[in-house]
């Protein structure tokens, strides 16, 4: 069964760009049909799509986040990224990759807290 | 387009409860819904995939579907239990898009 682990800092400055990393393993992520998303849940609120990429680099993400969002895939490390610029304390959260599928989410990872602040 | 769901709901063990998920525009028949559980400090883990399937693994005491008349999905648990206080999420998805339900907090008391 796959597994999925978050990395990257705690804390972010507003202002600045919030990275992740997520790394697969348990198998490649190499399937065509494979798709790997991003999904946060800020404190006191409920879970929020951020965006998600295919194995072929074609991304797709939250209207809402649109504008500040870049995810991107290394098949070849089995990992995926999030970039999210620009952060304020309103993109406080724990932070959630996930996939392997486009209609749904099998596969979670454990989550890693990002907190904004100066 | 969006799904909400009651933002609680409550009962006692062994009893039986319905969370509701309504879509806001196009049809809930239109593209599969699935369900997850969140406990505290655990990542979402999905009960229910493709309206009304199981995982290995989940009691059969869970269960899914949808009716276009309301245009809405339901999870419903039966005999339930402590153990299965949480929050339930509903989810679905068009081609650009996914969609999460605001989540569901089950007490059983």
């Known amino acids: 069964q796959l597994q999925l682990q978050e990395s990257g800092p705690g804390l972010v400055r507003p202002s600045e760009t919030l990275s992740l990393t997520c790394t697969v393993s348990?198998?490649?992520?190499?399937?065509?049909?494979?798709?790997w998303g991003w999904i946060r849940r800020p404190p006191g609120k409920g879970l929020e799509w951020i965006g998600s990429?295919?194995?072929?680099?074609?991304?797709y993400y939250n209207p809402s986040l649109k504008s500040r969002v870049t995810i991107s895939v290394d098949t070849s490390n089995n990992q995926f990224s999030l970039r999210l610029s620009s952060v304020t304390a309103a993109d406080t959260a724990v932070y959630y990759c996930?996939?392997?599928?486009?209609?749904?989410?099998?596969?979670w990872g454990q989550g890693t807290l990002v907190t904004v602040s100066s | 387009f969006m799904l909400t769901q009651p933002h609680s709901v409550s009962e006692s063990p062994g009893k039986t409860v319905t969370i509701s998920c309504t879509r806001n525009s196009g049809s809930i028949a239109t593209n599969y819904v699935h369900w997850y559980q969140q406990r505290p400090g655990s990542s979402p883990t999905i009960v229910i995939y493709?309206?009304?399937?199981?995982p290995s693994g989940v009691p059969d005491r869970f269960s899914g579907s949808f009716d276009t008349s309301s245009n809405s999905a339901s999870l419903t648990i039966s005999g339930l239990k402590t153990e299965d206080e949480a929050d339930y999420y509903c989810?679905?998805?068009?081609?650009?898009?996914?969609?999460f339900g605001g989540g569901t907090k089950l007490t059983v008391l």
């Open positions: 996930a996939g392997p599928l486009w209609r749904r989410f099998d596969n």
């Open positions: 989810q679905s998805y068009d081609t650009t898009n996914q969609v």
């Open positions: 348990g198998g490649s992520m190499s399937s065509n049909s494979f798709f």
């Open positions: 990429i295919y194995n072929s680099g074609s991304t």
């Open positions: 493709d309206d009304s399937q199981r």
